[in-house]
């Protein structure tokens, strides 16, 4: 309340826009600033982005979407809205996009009857990654996905390493290392003795590449920018080694 009639005081301000939460707050403003000057002030609410279970897209309730893609890239952003929840899509659509009616109403029947094709959900992510970022943020999204689903991962940067693995496990490291070592220090395998069985069945990828040589050395010099290292154990459980 005293935020907005301090804002009107000294630089003008006669209306507060926020969700709709925020409604308890404008109106104690405008009648506080009524109390103290007998002055109109006005707010206009919008309802809120909701998941299913009620709660808010925000910073409070952790893992926000930002707009920056310094803080939250293309990538991830299209993970996002590829995972959104089917019974919140349709919303999402109507909300954060410009599609016209007919079109979400066949992407909601689409949603209904085939929803294994999430044609819903990719065509959320490319309007708003479109409208944010350009169609190239949007084809380097889809590009990245496919490159991580194959396992053909060899030629991401290291930037978009840092975008895509940035949630999975990962170890810093002073030096270059063999893989058996490699693969204990950064949590892929419990021992030496496990690790060389990995090795041995083929199950062990370095950015990309099969590793069958328990004497193959995880080098800064290989990494993605001289950087990091991605270690892929089995088909998804990935590991990023960081070289100072």
């Known amino acids: 309340?005293?935020?907005?009639?301090?804002?009107?005081?000294?630089?003008?301000?006669?209306?507060?826009?926020?969700?709709?939460?925020?409604?308890?707050?404008?109106?104690?403003?405008?009648?506080?600033?009524r109390k103290k000057t007998g002055e109109e002030l006005y707010g206009m609410t919008m309802p809120l982005l909701t998941k299913s279970d009620g709660t808010k897209f925000g910073k409070s309730e952790g893992k926000a979407i930002w707009l920056d893609r310094e803080k939250t890239s293309p990538y991830e952003m299209y993970q996002f809205f590829l995972n959104s929840?089917?019974?919140?899509?349709?919303?999402?659509?109507?909300?954060?996009?410009f599609l016209d009616k007919e079109e979400i109403m066949r992407l909601e029947q689409s949603n209904k009857e085939e929803p294994h094709k999430r044609e819903a959900h990719k065509a959320l992510a490319r309007e708003v990654i479109t409208f944010l970022h350009g169609a190239d943020a949007y084809d380097e999204a889809v590009n990245i996905s496919k490159m991580l689903f194959s396992g053909e991962i060899a030629n991401l940067t290291y930037e978009q390493v840092k975008s895509c693995f940035a949630s999975v496990p990962s170890v810093e490291v002073d030096e270059d290392m063999q893989i058996l070592n490699a693969l204990v220090k950064c949590g892929a395998a419990s021992s030496n003795r496990e690790a060389r069985q990995f090795v041995k069945g083929g199950s062990v990828l370095v950015n990309g590449q099969k590793v069958t040589d328990e004497k193959f050395v995880v080098s800064k010099a290989n990494a993605y920018g001289n950087k990091a290292t991605v270690i892929r154990r089995g088909k998804k459980k990935y590991f990023v080694i960081n070289h100072k």
Do not use: P
């Not at 301000?13 to 109106?27: F, R």
């Not at 929840?85 to 996009?97: A, H, N, P, R, S």
């Open 1 to 33: 309340a005293m935020d907005f009639y301090v804002l009107h005081q000294t630089r003008g301000v006669n209306m507060q826009v926020a969700g709709q939460d925020q409604w308890g707050n404008i109106t104690a403003g405008i009648e506080l600033t």
């Open 85 to 97: 929840e089917d019974e919140k899509v349709i919303d999402y659509l109507k909300f954060l996009t």
